[in-house]
């Protein structure tokens, strides 16, 4: 398989962005973007996970702000090497990993995910016409939006609401 193209920054303000090539095309595309890093990351490891389980590759680039102007990062260290995405810099390299561009970014988007979570499995529950919580109903919503990952968190709302559908069938 040829080497891709060298990916160009992406236009506008830099923030963050995941640009995936296109084969056919030889192009670069936007595959993900936000202001925050951690989001653009998580969508990076889920479309490599997509991907691969479709049994291809998939040649990202991660750009991001860096001393006021784009600057390309490679795959962060976190992810487990299962789920590493191929990322290549500018000359067809690996990149090297870039740190976050905030101290109170993780804090901000670890809360935002929990709110979100929280939120997933609330509406379950009011779809399975459970209106009215107790205060320790609650107390364990938060507790689940706070120790579970989103596929967790979604497969639990599934069943609420799966279970919410067959007992309102019956």
């Not at 102007?69 to 976190?78: H, I, K, N, S």
């Amino acid at each position: 398989m040829p080497e891709p193209s060298p990916c160009p920054p992406p236009s506008g303000a830099p923030r963050w962005v995941a640009m995936v090539h296109e084969a056919a095309r030889d192009s670069w595309v936007p595959a993900a973007q936000s202001p925050y890093r951690a989001p653009v990351l998580y969508a990076v490891g889920e479309m490599t996970r997509t991907v691969r389980a479709r049994g291809a590759e998939l040649t990202l680039a991660l750009w991001g702000p860096g001393g006021g102007d784009w600057r390309l990062y490679g795959t962060p260290e976190e992810k487990a090497a299962a789920e590493r995405p191929v990322v290549r810099d500018e000359r067809g390299g690996s990149a090297e990993p870039g740190e976050p561009s905030g101290t109170s970014e993780p804090d901000k988007l670890a809360e935002r995910m929990t709110n979100r979570r929280h939120q997933v499995l609330t509406a379950a529950l009011s779809r399975a016409g459970l209106y009215d919580l107790a205060p320790e109903d609650g107390a364990a919503v938060r507790t689940l939006a706070g120790r579970l990952d989103e596929p967790t968190v979604r497969r639990v709302a599934h069943w609420l609401v799966a279970a919410a559908g067959t007992s309102a069938a019956g």
